[in-house]
């Protein structure tokens, strides 16, 4: 069955930088688009990143933008979220979510299980 | 960026009792709209699609509705299993944005 588990979350200071994983498995990684969604008890879902299949196609929310650059490498059925100069506001549980087509740009068919990012000093 | 503004924040209801929940879009999105169930302490699990397609393994008691603005979520005969917080998306222009959730207790 379809898998996605992230890793890379953790305790990090202000400005500092993180990089998440998420390994795919159970599907065809390659051709489907990729995201990254954060949840926080006050903010509730944002949805963060996207990527289509081929890594042509990237976009993120504008409270991330120039800050977090999101990327793939096929071959290793990885899915990737580069988080620099790391906010107090940034703090949440990230997944990264399958999308059902090739563009990344609809629904969210399945989810991984989350990993914490704590931004702190 | 299109706000969706979910109604009510909370319900609580008995086993067996029709549960219905909305969604409103603060600019038309046709059926680009998307609900989601997250249960405690997992992640969210894609209920319905596109306002109202159904999905394979998701239990018949879910039904979706609405187009435009106006969306709601159904749950008839509500089980102990359904407990849960229930969220809608909108994917019909970037950013895509959820509503704030709604959580359903079960009495």
């Known amino acids: 069955q379809i898998q996605l588990v992230e890793s890379g979350g953790g305790v990090v200071q202000p400005g500092r930088s993180l990089r998440l994983s998420c390994a795919a498995s159970?599907?065809?990684?390659?051709?489907?688009?990729m995201h990254w969604v954060r949840q926080t008890p006050g903010k509730g879902l944002e949805w963060v990143a996207l990527?289509?299949?081929?890594?042509?196609?990237?976009d993120n929310v504008d409270s991330v933008k120039g800050r977090f650059s999101i990327s793939r490498d096929n071959s290793k059925n990885t899915l990737y979220l580069q988080m620099n100069s790391l906010r107090a506001e940034d703090t949440a549980v990230y997944y990264c979510a399958k999308d059902p087509y090739g563009s990344g740009g609809d629904y969210f068919d399945h989810w991984g299980q989350g990993t914490l990012v704590t931004v702190s000093s | 960026e299109v706000v969706l503004t979910q109604s009510p924040d909370f319900q609580s209801v008995t086993p067996k009792e029709k549960v219905t929940i909305t969604c409103r879009a603060s600019q038309s999105i046709g059926s680009s709209l998307h609900w989601y169930q997250q249960k405690p302490d997992q992640s969210p699990k894609l209920l319905i699609k596109y306002a109202s397609q159904s999905l394979s393994g998701v239990p018949s008691r879910f039904s979706g509705s609405g187009s435009g603005t106006d969306f709601a979520l159904t749950i008839n005969s509500l089980e102990a299993e359904d407990a849960a917080t229930y969220y809608c998306?909108?994917?019909?222009?970037?950013?895509?944005?959820f509503g704030q959730g709604t959580k359903v207790e079960i009495k």
């Open positions: 990527i289509s299949y081929d890594g042509t196609k990237k």
């Open positions: 998306q909108q994917s019909t222009s970037l950013p895509w944005t």
């Open positions: 159970g599907f065809s990684f390659g051709n489907f688009g």
